[in-house]
Structures are given as C-alpha cells and as structure tokens.
C-alpha cells in the first residue's frame, strides 16, 4: 500500500463548478497534511495546510480533513481554468515541519470552459 | 527575490560525467529538503540537511549520489558518473514553521 493514494485522473470540472479532489494516507500517526499546485514543468507550489480534524477555508480553496478515516479532501469553488493543474496531496508523518513530506503522485484536474 | 533558489536550472550531461546541483534555502531557513520528480511521476524525497549536518537521507540512493549543506554557501546534490535514470527533475525546498517551499528545479537531462 502506498502512504499517499490519489486519483490520477484526469479530473473533467466544468468552469464554476466544485472541483473535489481527495487522498488517503497509511501512516495514522500523520499530523500535519498538505495540498500543492504543480503546473507543467514548474515547480510545486503551497497552497493549503491543515493539522486539525474538520475544514479550513482559504478563498475559494478548501481543506478537509478526517483523521479517523486518514482521508484528506481539497475543494475548489468556482473552478477557473487558471485551476488546470495537477494537485499533490503530501502528509508530514511526524508531526513536524522539520522532516521529510510524503507525497501522492497527484491527480490532474481540467476545468473546461 | 527572497525564495529558494536553485541553479542550475537545466543541466544537460553525458553518461559517466558528474552533475552538481545547488539550492539555497529561503533567507532565515536553515533546513533543506531534496525532493526527485521523474517524468509523469509524483515526488520523491531524497534528503534532508541542516547546516552541516545530514538529518535524514532514507531516500538517497546508494550509490553515486551525496549531498552537502556547508556552513557557508549553498546545498550541493552531487551525483557522479550519471545515467539515463538519473534525468528528472531535482527539486529543493525549505521550510518555516509551516509547509515546504520549493524552488523552480533543476531538469537533468543525460545523454
């Protein structure tokens, strides 16, 4: 099993729509969780982090997470094509910001016109 | 520009030649984070360094490949007598209290 399971997709969303992406992880000790931009051939990019079980809301970003079913979900409002990407889910097993971050190998989201 | 910055942004090599690539962390951080991306593949950690000192290195391989991060200058991924496995993209990162902030790569191309 893989510490960090994402869909690969890809994810079709009609623009202003919801666009719902999730990832499992193995390691039930996991406390921090971490959501990434990654456009083609650049470099990832930060977007959400969430450490407490429930939501958390950034603009029309927001994080979900249930540590109980070690199942973490971004939701994106009002989908823009601006939001065609692939998007990595990445768990810091222990806790700290001063370890290594597992990543999932990313779902790649569309939003069409 | 107060990020990670990384250079060389593409390295092209030939087979059984070295390749140095260098990352330096965002002003006031002094961990450092190497992450692997290869083609159409999620990233993968390599190593993590504080100033002088290897903290943890699970993810390097073996052989051919080392890391330094010196107390002055930039952290250096060093990997001797490249191979076609070895193109991918290199990514460095840093963090705060929060998250991982990465650089815009370095794409290794071996020939």
């Known amino acids: 099993q893989k510490e960090v399971e994402q869909n690969s997709g890809p994810l079709s969303v009609p623009e202003g729509a919801i666009a719902s992406l999730n990832c499992t992880y193995s390691?039930?000790?996991?406390?921090?969780f971490f959501w990434y931009r990654q456009y083609s051939g650049k470099s990832p990019e930060l977007i959400m982090f969430i450490y407490s079980n429930g939501d958390k809301e950034d603009g029309r970003f927001t994080a979900q997470l249930n540590k109980a079913s070690q199942y973490v979900s971004l939701l994106i409002r009002d989908s823009q094509p601006s939001d065609s990407a692939t998007y990595l889910c990445?768990?810091?097993?222990?806790?700290?910001?001063?370890?290594?971050?597992?990543f999932g190998s990313g779902t790649r989201l569309s939003i069409r016109p | 520009n107060a990020g990670v910055m990384q250079n060389p942004r593409h390295l092209v090599r030939r087979r059984g030649q070295e390749a140095r690539l260098r990352c330096s962390p965002m002003?006031?951080?002094?961990?450092v984070y190497w992450y692997r991306q290869l083609p159409e593949e999620g990233l993968k950690f390599m190593v993590y360094?504080?100033?002088?000192?290897?903290?943890?290195e699970s993810g390097m391989p073996k052989e051919r490949f080392s890391a330094e991060f010196p107390k002055e200058g930039p952290s250096i991924l060093r990997i001797q007598q490249v191979v076609r496995g070895d193109s991918a993209a290199y990514f460095c990162a840093s963090s705060p209290e929060q998250g991982q902030y990465f650089g815009p790569g370095t794409r290794l191309t071996v020939t």
């Open positions: 990445a768990v810091n097993p222990l806790g700290s910001s001063a370890s290594k971050i597992i």
């Open positions: 390691d039930r000790g996991s406390q921090s």
């Open positions: 002003k006031g951080h002094s961990h």
């Open positions: 360094l504080q100033k002088e000192n290897i903290i943890d």
